[in-house]
């Protein structure tokens, strides 16, 4: 069936340090892709998205890698700072018209300070 | 300016009753969205409308029905409340229409943490 992204994992990296957070999808008719940010009590929020016409996009301090080959993405995060612990999500844009977002399970990002 | 806001933040309630969450969005966009959001943070899409219309409906218990009075609103009413529909659930919005590059990503309200006792 359909599928983004692997069951809720966590990622623990030292305030500083660069974090690269991965996720794989099933459909290979998706053509847009978006990485969000969850903080505790909050809605998704949106960080950064790559169109498949594109391997690569960078933001402030996220870049997002797309490989087509192998359907996988990931979101690099440089200087990882404490305010990013959250639960990043990927999500692919599916179906027809493009009115259907579907969501990985998520990954839990520690800082330790 | 509260993008996507939804009402309430927290609703508890007993098996059996019925509640409405409401939604609305002020970025003019065409297309609302309501998901789930379970316990293990698995956010899962229930309904999508686009310009009032209904287009996708994931196998949802037709226990709650979605209402879109106009482009700015998309409420959700359920039925007969079980334990298990207790979640948080999202209304987001988007803009679709007007080509394949106008796609925007999901803008999300703060959620409403439904519990059923």
């Known amino acids: 069936g359909e599928s983004v992204g692997l069951h809720l994992p966590t990622l623990s990296v030292q305030e500083g340090d660069n974090s690269i957070i991965n996720c794989a999808y099933s459909?290979?008719?998706?053509?847009?892709f978006i990485w969000y940010k969850q903080e505790s009590g909050k809605g998704p929020q949106f960080i950064i998205d790559?169109?498949?016409?594109?391997d690569k996009r960078q933001g402030q301090r996220v870049t997002v890698l797309l490989n087509k080959t192998v359907k996988h993405l990931s979101l690099q995060i440089a200087a990882t700072q404490p305010g990013d612990s959250a639960v990043y999500f990927c999500a692919e844009r599916a179906g027809t018209g493009g009115f259907k977002t579907i969501f990985g399970a998520g990954t839990r990002l520690f800082v330790k300070a | 300016d509260t993008a996507v806001s939804q009402t309430p933040k927290y609703l508890v309630t007993q098996m059996g009753n019925d509640k409405s969450i409401k939604c609305e969005q002020n970025l003019g966009h065409d297309t609302m969205y309501w998901y789930k959001q379970d316990s293990k943070k698995f956010l899962k899409i229930m309904f999508s409308y686009n310009n009032k219309e209904l287009i996708i409906n994931e196998t949802v218990p037709n226990r709650f029905s979605p209402k879109s009075p106009d482009k700015a609103h998309l409420n959700l009413h359920i039925n007969s409340l079980e334990l298990g529909d207790s979640a948080v659930y999202f209304c987001a919005s988007s803009q679709v229409g007007g080509g394949r590059f106008r796609h925007t990503e999901a803008f999300f309200g703060q959620g409403t943490r439904l519990t059923v006792v």
């Open positions: 790559i169109r498949s016409n594109m």
């Open positions: 459909n290979s008719a998706s053509d847009y």
